[in-house]
């Protein structure tokens, strides 16, 4: 996260340079301020993940107090769309229309950032840093104001059919998810990676929607299929769901979990003994790991 700020703060350091050169700046910009904005589920579904807006909003506030970008506040908006396309359409257009951000940075999820995309891009607003990996970010000849922030998910989910390959032989995999780009995007393309090696199976499926309260009887159906493996591509509570459903039914499947939801509140709710043996790919630290707990950027987050 605090890279993704440094690389964004350095962007529109040279975009602030530039203008002030010119004494013409785009709104959002000038000589004492750049604004900029954001929208995350602060509430709803995926109210979880509103924790990741207030860390930004403590960073920029960390930074302002340090002299801002080459002596400019960052104005730092994070607005709640509770996970909700239309509520994404509304709040962002707010943040361009009325509060006349510069750039939308780190905003949160596939479907609600989709629902902006376009509307962005023609705006020629920047959508960076998303804090999601779908593959359609992947489009900079159609979409040039648009990057992710995180890795691709169909990345993401070959690499784990690649690692189930090397140590599970003829696995038996079953395969919980979300209903979604975001759950579709991983299946799809570990099922592809999978089916390349051949040396493994996918013997049940069952998915959820965002909105459902309990996924219980999607694992009492996984765990029914008799699969030595589970690729669980699920989101917040329905991950601590699923990993406690397991611990109670005693179904122990290799348990491949995708790194969006790999966070220590997510394990914590699920119980941290429930979720041992877990695996799960991780490009950031982790900064309730031991082996981070000297590091000097965790030192400083924390």
Sequence with gaps: M?????????????????ASAQKKYDPGASDTEI?????VPHSGPGSLYGVIGRAQEAYFKALNEKGGINGRKVIFLSLDDSYSAPKTVEA?????EQDEVLAMWGSLGTAPQSAVQKYLNQKKIPQLHLNTGAGRWNNPKEFPWTTP?????????????????SVKPGAKVAILYQNDEFGRDFMNAFKAA??????????A??????TDATIDSQMVKLAASNADTLFNVSTGKATSQSIKKAAEMGWK???LLVSTSAGQSILTAAGLDAAKGIVSPLYIKDIAAPKWANDPAVVEFQ
């Design 194 to 203: 999978l089916a390349e090696t051949g040396k493994g199976t996918v013997i």
């Design 2 to 18: 605090k890279s993704a700020a440094i690389l964004m703060a350095s962007a529109l350091a040279l975009a602030a340079n530039a």
């Design 149 to 165: 922030g995180l890795p691709l998910y169909p990345t993401e989910g070959a690499i784990h059919a690649r690692y189930l390959a």
């Design 205 to 210: 499926e069952a998915g959820y929607e965002l």
């Design 35 to 39: 604004k900029i904005g954001q929208t």
């Design 253 to 255: 499947p290799l348990h």
């Design 92 to 96: 962002t257009r707010k943040l361009v």
